[in-house]
């Protein structure tokens, strides 16, 4: 029997080293991880990991050789790439449900294991006995090399309350990677300089004000629901630092993921006051967004995420292409297409027409939603559309040719598909330019926008029909 052959591929997997491998993977994402959440855990599987997958993989490859340099190659990728990171988050939703994989170069340091998975190879006999056990332990390592990515969980990081403790200023966060806990805190003694973590709890309910220690006439609070401050002064509240209701707007919908209910607030949720020998500094929890800090100087700015604490260099830039949501181009083309067809139906005026343009709008719309899902695709929804259209398709070309329907006609529809596309597209790029402040006002002017490209498309058949009818009926 040749090396690659499937009685050699079984005994890898069968070989004790692969078995202890599978067996330390269903034991440390099943009980380990859930009690000590942390690196070595994490690091656990992956070495696990890339013991048991180039013999699952050889499996369907039958080359030993090259299932060992496809994992290290893929395992590399996903580590080092966020984009190699995502594509494995995708598919492994696909295939085992919701998971989330973070790129993480230092996972790199697990490599090695290919060398005892290679060694396992090596010294895989080909007895009988390893197929009754592999026949059991098939199943369990395809569940096992699963359960690493399906354990996993995120959430977006939310700065949610301050708090001075032992003179430093401490950020109490929430969110993150469930297979690598975020600290419960980021806590600096040098006025936002430099961050360490801080495992203490913050109290729950954050402060919505503070004073400078021995200045009860120099105080700060925050405005609810807003990313702002007033400063008491001379007896009164004045601003003293904000983002505009519409720069806010820009950014709650940079920080929003693509499951809405995941989403974090932007806007000031905490404030708190650190003296220092030189002065004092004011720290605000802004939710998603990070905090804002005044410096010493009176100077004030804000601080997104960053991998040891928070940095101005990590804020989102308010100048930066606002972010509309992911469901507006398939909104624009499908109302494109719905007014185009309405356009054309209205020079034809026939059963056929009637019920192949709905056909084809399902379809189309069933295939772009396949294609754009949380996970990879839907093969399911992709294939109803791959069906859905052509059928349509048919239906309305047969239509439109025995009812004898001018070229015109054709040429109105297809001019108020793309017309009605762009009138629904232009506000939400008008408002990511910041040529617009609201994101309201974008989507009520693409609504409106959207409206009058279409009944313009279709009293333009209408009309041209009625005069045609005239004429020939002079004629």
């Given at each position: 029997m040749s090396p690659g052959g499937s009685r050699s591929a079984l005994a890898w997997i069968g070989h004790p080293l692969t078995l202890a491998a599978v067996v330390l993977l269903l034991l440390n994402d099943h009980l380990f991880k859930p009690l000590w959440p942390g690196p070595v855990t994490g690091k656990l599987s992956d070495v696990a990991g890339l013991i048991v997958a180039p013999p699952l993989l050889n499996l369907v490859v039958r080359r030993p050789r090259v299932s060992v340099l496809l994992t290290g190659a893929a395992f590399t990728l996903v580590k080092t790439?966020?984009?190699?990171?995502?594509l494995a988050t995708e598919v492994w939703t696909l295939v085992w449900g919701p998971s989330r994989?973070?790129?993480?170069?230092?996972?790199?340091?697990?490599?090695?294991?290919?060398?005892?998975?290679?060694?396992?190879?090596?010294?895989?006999?080909?007895?009988?006995?390893?197929?009754?056990?592999?026949?059991?332990?098939?199943?369990?390592?395809?569940?096992?090399?699963?359960?690493?990515?399906?354990?996993?969980?995120?959430?977006?990081?939310?700065?949610?309350?301050?708090?001075v403790v032992d003179s430093a200023?401490?950020?109490?966060?929430?969110?993150g990677s469930s297979m690598?806990?975020?600290?419960?805190?980021?806590?600096?003694?040098?006025?936002?300089?430099?961050?360490?973590?801080w495992v203490v709890r913050v109290p729950p309910r954050p402060r919505t004000s503070a004073c400078v220690p021995g200045r009860p006439d120099r105080c700060y609070r925050i405005v609810p629901t807003r990313l702002k401050v007033e400063e008491l002064s001379d007896g009164h509240w004045v601003t003293a630092w904000e983002i505009s209701p519409a720069g806010q707007d820009r950014l709650a919908r940079a920080h929003?993921?693509?499951?809405?209910?995941?989403?974090?607030?932007?806007?000031s949720l905490g404030i708190a006051v650190q003296r220092l020998p030189t002065g004092y500094?004011?720290?605000?929890?802004?939710?998603?967004?990070?905090?804002?800090?005044?410096?010493?100087?009176g100077a004030w700015r804000r601080l997104g995420w960053a991998d040891s604490g928070f940095d101005s260099s990590s804020a989102v830039s308010l100048t930066a292409p606002g972010r509309y949501d992911d469901s507006v181009p398939m909104v624009a083309l499908l109302a494109g297409l719905a007014a185009g067809l309405v356009a054309l139906g209205c020079g034809v005026r026939r059963l056929g027409f009637a019920l192949g343009a709905p056909t084809v709008w399902m379809g189309v719309w069933s295939f772009y939603s396949g294609l754009h899902t949380p996970i990879l695709f839907d093969p399911r929804t992709v294939l109803l559309g791959v069906l859905l259209v052509p059928a349509g398709a048919a239906a309305v070309v047969v239509s439109a040719v025995r009812g004898g329907t001018r070229l015109w006609a054709w040429g109105i529809g297809t001019v108020t598909t793309v017309a009605t596309h762009y009138a629904v597209m232009m506000?939400?790029?008008?408002?990511?330019?910041?040529?617009?402040?609201?994101?309201?006002?974008?989507?009520?002017?693409?609504?409106?926008?959207?409206?009058?490209?279409?009944?313009?498309?279709?009293?333009?058949?209408?009309?041209?029909?009625?005069?045609?009818?005239?004429?020939?009926?002079?004629?």
């Amino acid at each position: 029997m040749s090396p690659g052959g499937s009685r050699s591929a079984l005994a890898w997997i069968g070989h004790p080293l692969t078995l202890a491998a599978v067996v330390l993977l269903l034991l440390n994402d099943h009980l380990f991880k859930p009690l000590w959440p942390g690196p070595v855990t994490g690091k656990l599987s992956d070495v696990a990991g890339l013991i048991v997958a180039p013999p699952l993989l050889n499996l369907v490859v039958r080359r030993p050789r090259v299932s060992v340099l496809l994992t290290g190659a893929a395992f590399t990728l996903v580590k080092t790439t966020t984009i190699g990171a995502a594509l494995a988050t995708e598919v492994w939703t696909l295939v085992w449900g919701p998971s989330r994989i973070l790129a993480d170069p230092t996972d790199l340091i697990a490599l090695p294991a290919l060398c005892a998975a290679w060694w396992a190879w090596e010294h895989a006999g080909a007895r009988a006995v390893r197929l009754a056990r592999v026949a059991i332990v098939v199943p369990a390592t395809v569940l096992a090399v699963a359960a690493t990515g399906q354990s996993e969980t995120f959430r977006p990081y939310s700065a949610y309350a301050v708090d001075v403790v032992d003179s430093a200023i401490v950020v109490a966060i929430r969110g993150g990677s469930s297979m690598k806990p975020a600290p419960t805190g980021w806590a600096s003694s040098d006025g936002g300089k430099s961050w360490v973590t801080w495992v203490v709890r913050v109290p729950p309910r954050p402060r919505t004000s503070a004073c400078v220690p021995g200045r009860p006439d120099r105080c700060y609070r925050i405005v609810p629901t807003r990313l702002k401050v007033e400063e008491l002064s001379d007896g009164h509240w004045v601003t003293a630092w904000e983002i505009s209701p519409a720069g806010q707007d820009r950014l709650a919908r940079a920080h929003r993921p693509k499951i809405v209910e995941d989403a974090e607030v932007v806007e000031s949720l905490g404030i708190a006051v650190q003296r220092l020998p030189t002065g004092y500094v004011v720290v605000v929890a802004d939710g998603a967004d990070g905090i804002v800090l005044r410096d010493v100087s009176g100077a004030w700015r804000r601080l997104g995420w960053a991998d040891s604490g928070f940095d101005s260099s990590s804020a989102v830039s308010l100048t930066a292409p606002g972010r509309y949501d992911d469901s507006v181009p398939m909104v624009a083309l499908l109302a494109g297409l719905a007014a185009g067809l309405v356009a054309l139906g209205c020079g034809v005026r026939r059963l056929g027409f009637a019920l192949g343009a709905p056909t084809v709008w399902m379809g189309v719309w069933s295939f772009y939603s396949g294609l754009h899902t949380p996970i990879l695709f839907d093969p399911r929804t992709v294939l109803l559309g791959v069906l859905l259209v052509p059928a349509g398709a048919a239906a309305v070309v047969v239509s439109a040719v025995r009812g004898g329907t001018r070229l015109w006609a054709w040429g109105i529809g297809t001019v108020t598909t793309v017309a009605t596309h762009y009138a629904v597209m232009m506000p939400f790029r008008a408002w990511s330019a910041g040529r617009l402040e609201h994101y309201s006002e974008a989507s009520g002017l693409s609504i409106a926008l959207g409206i009058a490209a279409g009944v313009a498309g279709a009293l333009a058949v209408i009309t041209l029909e009625i005069r045609s009818r005239s004429v020939l009926g002079r004629a």
